[in-house]
């Protein structure tokens, strides 16, 4: 729970790592951490959302905080059995992209949900530049073409021409 009374946030993310002497490796300390949700919440936006879950797949930190503690149901466990990855998914109808990662030191999943049409229109702005390229450089090409051909068939109507006057007897 998070100890400002006066925050808007219930809760805050606390990792702590042990700090441990060189030489005899007993622990002398510790390091804590503390993050408020709305840093999260900040990098989420209406492209894409940022969950974080514990080892039992329980929320800890979603842009919604009633959820926290919550089983996560966005996507089947199984999906996220690897320690990263993306796969894509229907929630509500809607297609969606998931990347996630595990941290080590704590087995927290960070999984990021991004819609598909977000990510396919770079993909379709790519493939109209493409295109535009592809076009271009066929005209060229046609263009090139028509003028090598037409300085290849000048220099043989002209030989043509030398062949008909030797021929006449000049």
Same mark, same amino acid.
Request: overall charge negative; aromatic content about 8%.
């Given at each position: 729970?998070?100890?400002?009374?006066?925050?808007?946030?219930?809760?805050?993310?606390?990792?702590?790592y042990?700090?441990?002497?060189?030489?005899?490796?007993?622990?002398?300390?510790?390091?804590?951490?503390?993050?408020?949700?709305?840093?999260?919440?900040?990098?989420?936006?209406?492209?894409?959302?940022?969950?974080?879950?514990?080892?039992d797949?329980?929320?800890? =930190?979603?842009?919604?905080q009633?959820? &926290?503690?919550?089983?996560?149901?966005?996507?089947? /466990? *199984? +999906?996220?059995?690897?320690?990263?990855?993306?796969?894509?998914?229907?929630?509500?109808?809607?297609?969606?992209?998931?990347?996630?990662?595990?941290?080590?030191?704590?087995?927290?999943?960070?999984?990021?949900?991004?819609?598909?049409?977000?990510?396919?229109a770079?993909?379709?702005?790519?493939?109209?530049?493409?295109?535009?390229?592809l076009?271009?450089?066929?005209?060229?090409?046609?263009v090139? =073409?028509?003028?090598?051909?037409?300085? &290849?068939?000048?220099?043989?109507?002209?030989?043509? /021409? *030398? +062949?008909?006057?030797?021929?006449?007897g000049?």
């Amino acid at each position: 729970r998070n100890p400002n009374n006066g925050s808007a946030f219930r809760y805050v993310l606390s990792l702590y790592y042990p700090l441990r002497d060189n030489t005899h490796l007993e622990p002398i300390g510790l390091i804590s951490a503390s993050l408020l949700p709305n840093k999260l919440i900040a990098a989420s936006d209406a492209n894409r959302s940022i969950t974080v879950l514990d080892g039992d797949m329980r929320v800890i =930190s979603p842009p919604d905080q009633s959820k &926290i503690g919550m089983p996560y149901e966005d996507a089947p /466990a *199984a +999906m996220l059995a690897d320690e990263e990855g993306m796969f894509s998914y229907a929630l509500d109808g809607k297609p969606y992209f998931m990347v996630y990662t595990t941290v080590p030191l704590t087995g927290w999943k960070i999984i990021e949900r991004i819609p598909q049409a977000v990510v396919m229109a770079d993909v379709e702005a790519f493939e109209r530049s493409f295109l535009v390229v592809l076009l271009g450089t066929a005209v060229l090409l046609v263009v090139l =073409s028509h003028f090598i051909s037409r300085g &290849i068939s000048r220099s043989l109507v002209a030989l043509n /021409a *030398a +062949m008909d006057r030797v021929r006449q007897g000049d």
